[in-house]
């Protein structure tokens, strides 16, 4: 019998921790966009602006269009959400601090990731707007190019563990780090985890071209709670890239739950700098590059790290 | 009782922690406003958002032809409550929209701490919210009839609601897909002011493409000029300094720069390319080439561009295309005509793959070459000819390289997906006011 905490103290900590999260990559955002555009940095209002601005969603009335399906629109940002919360339950702070500890904590991980592309198309499709479907149908193509590879990448980090469980996949990295034993693993990794929370390169659903894509139509709190969960999506794949490939708790003088902490602030750096660092890509070469290489890469990952096993 | 006592408090305490926020503004940029609005990516206290759903004020800048009141009215009632309208007249003549506005100001300070201002008023519930201005009515009354509004004669095919629906028609890989019509602009982020396009996608492919006659032609002048085109206006019928025609010509491509790294996510990269156009000096030449560094390394110059809107040189000979044609090969240049510039060791730039990523490296180069220019030029002024090399090509009494060049956008549109078509319209630099300008200044009507 595995670990779990009660409904309760997971369902709270873990909203703790997620809105925690997204303040945190908020600022971080911000401040990488500061630097790369050379402007002087002030430390309050850096902090301030994340909480002012959400305030300002949250007293900004929702807007509605021409026959939407209103139940999906709203549903859309709670079930994106949800699943972020889910994949974040999955990562465990140290190996007694874990909100979920399944034998299969791999497998409802992955499924889901797999099922935000159900969230995204629901919020393109229910505001009945031409540049939202479009987003919409975009990450649908986006989804299905990017599930294998990262499916593929995740499972090379079950091989050393012979579990399944998180837990076990991180107490396994004791010695050695996956990173190092899988150097293509977290490249690999990071690259279909800025496609899932579709952020800076791979923002194609949401991206400028489309004034916004899903979003496009959100005003208020709909607008805030959708930025929030792509945010918390982002974070919860950051805390798994962390434990997966960073070796989650271990590491010399800080307690465990500070690594897993400083480890994901570390990969979230990495994400958002993407954002101001790289163009955005074309979705068509997104397909092309996910299928003929990225495929094969996270295939040969696998039969390497199986092999080295023997 | 006391729960509404609660819930005023609440948003009262709300509304205290929001007013410090930047001001979410969708800005529209009229006639003489481009550079203003643009420059308002550098203020801190506010942000530029791409959809009406984001913003909080709609600010109107510059002067607006009367045929933008209509859609300009529709913009305004889809800002969520609470909402104002800020107009920044920029010596332009009596707004044509017919609203009465918040007090106008003409400084750009002024604008900044305005749009502060009404933002508090509004979260402090001092300030009504704007009501809407056209009326909240089905365009055709609606005739579906099932649980969710679906099926009902007349609506399942054509334009029912007054809304066209998708229609089947042949596609590029000679299948029959669905065909949804639709307008884009003249509002559109991503676009020039002015521009709109009526538009036929089959999924995410353009199958055809129509620009819409641009609300600026034709329209009466507003007496304002852009201060990045006034320059190159002036060069029609007296001598400028070639220092200053070709300081102008760099700012404007960084300037463009600026947009077209926003349109590829790249916003924060775009405010300090920004920075760089406003404080641009001939001795820049160096961050010119580390910015070229830059491009290439975020693959702006890259996987962005490569191969995107490739446009022939055999296409646009002649057209006096400027940078389109250069970056296709063709060294159509005004100024290889003007004695200014002989001496100056002036040779038009030219790339040869005529697609956005040569277009993006024509400009950059031009801008570098530009800056030399300016630093060799001393004291010499232009000879006016009644043509001048404009940074957007040839700019004349019949007009500029954009109304020469438009027929030709449905061709270079046809095919692409939208993501590539925005990339290659933003590769374009096209601009519906330059010839306005200068029809207006031989009417002897420009201001600065």
Redesign the interface.
């Known amino acids: 019998m595995r670990d779990y905490a009660s409904p309760g103290v997971a369902i709270v900590a873990v909203g703790a921790i997620l809105v925690a999260g997204v303040y945190v990559l908020a600022v971080l955002d911000r401040l990488l966009g500061m630097i790369v555009a050379g402007t002087s940095i002030r430390l309050g209002a850096l902090l301030a602006e994340p909480v002012q601005s959400g305030a300002l969603l949250v007293l900004q009335e929702r807007r509605t269009t021409e026959r939407p399906d209103a139940a999906g629109w709203a549903l859309a940002p709670a079930l994106f959400g949800g699943l972020a919360a889910v994949a974040l339950a999955m990562v465990p702070l140290d190996r007694d601090i874990v909100a979920a500890d399944p034998a299969t904590g791999f497998v409802v991980f992955s499924a889901a990731i797999a099922m935000v592309m159900i969230a995204i198309y629901l919020h393109g499709w229910s505001p009945n707007s031409a540049f939202a479907l479009h987003g919409a149908y975009r990450y649908g193509a986006q989804a299905l190019s990017f599930q294998i590879p990262f499916l593929l990448a995740m499972l090379a980090t079950a091989l050393p563990a012979e579990s399944l469980s998180i837990v076990d996949i991180v107490d396994a990295q004791k010695s050695v780090w996956n990173v190092v034993r899988e150097p293509a693993g977290l490249p690999l990794y990071l690259v279909v985890g800025v496609a899932v929370s579709f952020w800076g390169p791979l923002n194609l659903p949401d991206a400028a071209d489309l004034a916004g894509g899903t979003v496009v139509e959100d005003s208020g709190l709909d607008r805030l709670l959708w930025k929030g969960a792509r945010a918390a999506m982002l974070v919860a794949v950051a805390a798994m890239g962390a434990a997966v490939f960073l070796g989650g708790w271990w590491g010399p003088w800080l307690p465990g739950p500070a690594w897993v902490v400083l480890k994901t602030v570390a990969l979230l750096v990495v994400l958002l700098a993407s954002g101001h660092l790289l163009a955005r890509v074309r979705i068509e070469q997104f397909v092309f590059v996910s299928w003929v290489l990225l495929i094969p890469l996270a295939l040969l990952n696998v039969f390497v790290s199986g092999a080295l096993l023997l | 009782m006391a729960r509404a006592g609660l819930q005023l408090g609440l948003?009262q305490a709300?509304?205290r922690?929001?007013?410090?926020?930047?001001v979410?503004v969708f800005a529209v940029a009229g006639q003489g406003a481009r550079e203003h609005v643009q420059d308002l990516r550098?203020d801190?206290r506010l942000r530029l958002v791409?959809?009406p759903?984001?913003a909080?004020v709609l600010l109107i800048a510059g002067g607006l032809p009367d045929g933008l009141a209509e859609p300009l009215a529709h913009l305004h009632d889809?800002l969520?409550?609470?909402r104002a309208t800020l107009w920044w007249p920029l010596g332009a003549g009596p707004a044509t929209w017919p609203q009465q506005f918040v007090p106008t100001i003409e400084t750009r300070d002024g604008v900044s701490e305005t749009l502060q201002a009404i933002?508090r008023e509004l979260?402090r519930g001092q300030r009504p919210g704007e009501p809407p201005i056209l009326p909240d009515e089905?365009p055709v009354p609606?005739k579906g009839v099932g649980p969710y509004?679906q099926g009902g004669t007349g609506m399942t095919g054509g334009t029912p609601?007054g809304?066209p629906m998708a229609e089947l028609g042949a596609d590029r890989d000679g299948l029959r897909l669905d065909v949804?019509p639709?307008r884009i602009g003249p509002f559109?982020?991503?676009f020039p002011p002015g521009l709109t396009l009526d538009l036929k996608l089959a999924?995410?492919v353009i199958v055809d493409v129509a620009p819409v006659e641009s609300p600026f032609a034709g329209a009466p002048p507003v007496g304002v000029c852009r201060a990045g085109a006034r320059i190159f206006v002036d060069a029609l019928s007296q001598p400028v300094p070639v220092a200053g025609l070709e300081l102008a010509r760099a700012r404007e491509h960084l300037r463009w720069l600026a947009d077209a790294l926003?349109?590829?996510?790249?916003?924060?990269?775009g405010?300090?390319v920004l920075?760089l156009a406003a404080e641009l000096r001939t001795s820049d030449g160096d961050s010119i080439r580390t910015l070229g560094r830059a491009l290439r390394?975020?693959?702006?110059i890259?996987?962005?561009t490569n191969g995107?809107g490739r446009i022939p040189a055999a296409a646009v000979e002649g057209l006096g295309a400027g940078p389109i044609a250069r970056a296709a090969g063709l060294p159509e240049d005004e100024r290889t005509h003007d004695p200014a510039y002989s001496g100056l060791g002036f040779e038009p730039i030219v790339q040869r793959d005529g697609d956005a990523a040569a277009r993006w490296r024509q400009r950059l180069g031009e801008a570098a070459q530009s800056l030399e220019l300016a630093a060799r030029a001393g004291d010499r002024r232009t000879v006016p000819t009644g043509s001048v090399e404009s940074p957007r090509g040839r700019l004349d009494g019949e007009g500029n390289a954009t109304a020469r060049f438009l027929h030709l956008l449905p061709g270079v549109l046809q095919g692409l997906?939208?993501?590539?078509a925005?990339?290659t319209l933003v590769s374009l630099d096209l601009d519906f006011e330059e010839a306005v300008f200068a029809e207006t200044a031989r009417a002897g009507a420009v201001a600065s």
Do not use: C, I, N
């Not at chain 2, 922690?17 to 930047?22: C, E, F, K, R, S």
């Not at chain 2, 926003?262 to 990269?269: C, D, F, K, N, P």
């Open positions: 948003k709300l509304g922690v929001a007013a410090g926020a930047p979410p550098l801190g791409d959809s759903g984001a909080m889809s969520p409550h609470p933002q979260l089905d609606w509004g609601y809304r949804l639709l559109f982020p991503r999924g995410d926003v349109a590829v996510e790249l916003g924060s990269l405010s300090r920075r390394r975020t693959q702006a890259g996987w962005a995107v997906e939208w993501g590539d925005v990339t």
